[in-house]
T-cell receptor, first 113, second 116 residues
């Protein structure tokens, strides 16, 4: 039972363009959402988060959008850079136990020069 | 480097042996979490600890696995009598104290456990 789904295993984008990574969830108890970036042989690096009281959070080139009614969130990276090439994980946690992150399987982003 | 430190980075064990994975949280962090990642999968929550306390171990297998975070020293994830299915990457994360607020977890680079 996969509660956090990243349906695109991979995404290829041209440098300078926008990258949009998508994530769907099924558990209506989730109220805190995070995106992590992961390079091979390294641990996940925290990028950006959003709580369910908001529908958008922005940090530099990264913006996360949350659509609670659709149980969908997305990460926008603009402009994309070759150094952004990595696996991106969406994670979510429920209220009351917001430490218990549930991760998606990840999307491999490749930004071509 | 004040990041989450995990060691060893790679650990090879034969079936039936014990594996001990260590994690030192970031400075100022008192909450430690362990996750396991199987190939082609996302990370899966195992256990949440604070100093000398196991807060939530709902993701831990019922047998052979244990975790501790003593008053002094690193957190330890211990796997007894390892089997081939234990082969995975084990990640530790930490976060600062902050009850009632969402705190992102910061991860170490993991221990890759291989069972021969």
């Amino acid at each position: 039972d996969q509660q956090v789904k990243q349906n695109s295993p991979s995404l290829s984008v041209q440098e300078g363009r926008i990258s949009i990574l998508n994530c769907d969830y099924t558990n209506s108890m989730f109220d805190y959402f995070l995106w992590y970036k992961k390079y091979p042989a390294e641990g996940p690096t925290f990028l950006i988060s959003i709580s369910s009281i908001k529908d958008k959070n922005e940090d530099g080139r990264f913006t996360v959008f949350l659509n609670k009614s659709a149980k969908h969130l997305s990460l926008h990276i603009v402009p994309s850079q070759p150094g952004d090439s990595a696996v991106y994980f969406c994670a979510a946690s429920p209220g009351g136990s917001n430490y218990k992150l549930t991760f998606g399987k990840g999307t491999l982003l490749t930004v071509n020069p | 480097n004040a990041g989450v430190m995990q060691n060893p980075r790679h650990l090879v064990r034969r079936r039936g042996q014990e594996a001990r994975l260590r994690c030192s949280p970031m400075k100022g962090h008192s909450h430690v979490y362990w996750y396991r990642q199987l190939p082609e999968e996302g990370l899966k929550f195992m256990v949440y600890l604070q100093k000398e306390n196991i807060i939530d171990e709902s993701g831990m297998p019922k047998e052979r696995f244990s975790a501790e975070f003593p008053k002094e020293g690193p957190s330890i994830l211990r796997i007894q009598q390892v089997v081939r299915g234990d082969s995975a990457a084990y990640f530790c994360a930490s976060s600062p104290p902050g009850r009632g607020s969402n705190q992102p977890q910061h991860f170490g680079d993991g221990t890759r456990l291989s069972i021969l």
